[in-house]
């Protein structure tokens, strides 16, 4: 496992071909109290998905399109379907930051229409899975991680065998792109910080150009 007990990280770190971690990037205290008001009007919440369950991790949008999902499919919709207005706007904040790690990773003229915001608690987990229902896979996803810190796993372009693991803290922010671009990823089952037992959950904000 890539760094995961490690206090000394390098600044940026290609952890697999095309993708990279950009270790204690952002402060984030800015952006938690960006999430506290974007969710007083469209809270966290578990969508159905197609297969007739509901997303085990807690989740919201902003910016133009939001991703959502249902018995019928997963899409990008202009409209929150919680409450049937749009999105709230993208706050300045976070587009200046998704656009400044995309350029510090390699990617030029990232231009996010789409963040999705979820929520982790202590005992959930995201099962490895693509970012497939974007329209343009030439734009890179950034990643942003905020409080309890997770195990994120890259399996390349199969969804199972043996992963590469890398321990994102509050502040990383992953990128990724190119040849990495469709690789199967996920995050595994989140657990008490035994140095930070007041920590209680992980805000992961991800950037995407949806259309």
């Known amino acids: 496992m890539l760094d995961l007990f490690s206090n000394s990280r390098p600044d940026k770190q290609e952890i697999y071909p095309d993708l990279f971690v950009l270790a204690n990037f952002v402060k984030t205290a800015p952006l938690l109290k960006e999430v506290?008001?974007?969710?007083?009007?469209?809270?966290?919440?578990?969508?159905?998905?197609?297969?007739?369950?509901?997303?085990?991790?807690?989740?919201?949008n902003c910016g133009e399109y939001g991703w959502t999902s249902d018995r019928k499919e997963y899409r990008y919709s202009k409209i929150d379907p919680l409450n049937g207005r749009p999105w709230q706007s993208m706050p300045d904040r976070f587009k200046a930051l998704a656009i400044e790690a995309a350029l510090a990773a390699?990617?030029?003229?990232?231009?996010?229409?789409?963040?999705?915001?979820?929520?982790?608690?202590?005992?959930?987990?995201?099962?490895?899975?693509?970012?497939?229902?974007?329209?343009?896979?030439?734009?890179?996803?950034?990643?942003?991680?905020?409080?309890l810190s997770a195990v994120f796993q890259i399996f390349g372009n199969q969804r199972a065998g043996k992963a590469v693991n890398y321990r994102l803290q509050d502040g990383d922010v992953v990128v990724w792109g190119k040849s990495a671009r469709l690789n199967y990823h996920g995050i595994r089952t989140l657990t008490v910080d035994k140095l930070n037992p007041t920590c209680q959950q992980r805000i992961n904000i991800t950037f995407r150009k949806s259309h």
């Open 36 to 60: 506290e008001q974007i969710i007083e009007v469209s809270p966290f919440r578990k969508m159905m998905t197609p297969n007739g369950h509901y997303t085990g991790v807690a989740l919201t």
């Open 106 to 147: 390699g990617f030029e003229n990232f231009e996010p229409d789409a963040c999705l915001i979820n929520q982790y608690l202590i005992g959930t987990k995201l099962g490895s899975h693509q970012d497939k229902n974007e329209k343009d896979f030439s734009q890179p996803i950034v990643s942003v991680s905020i409080g």
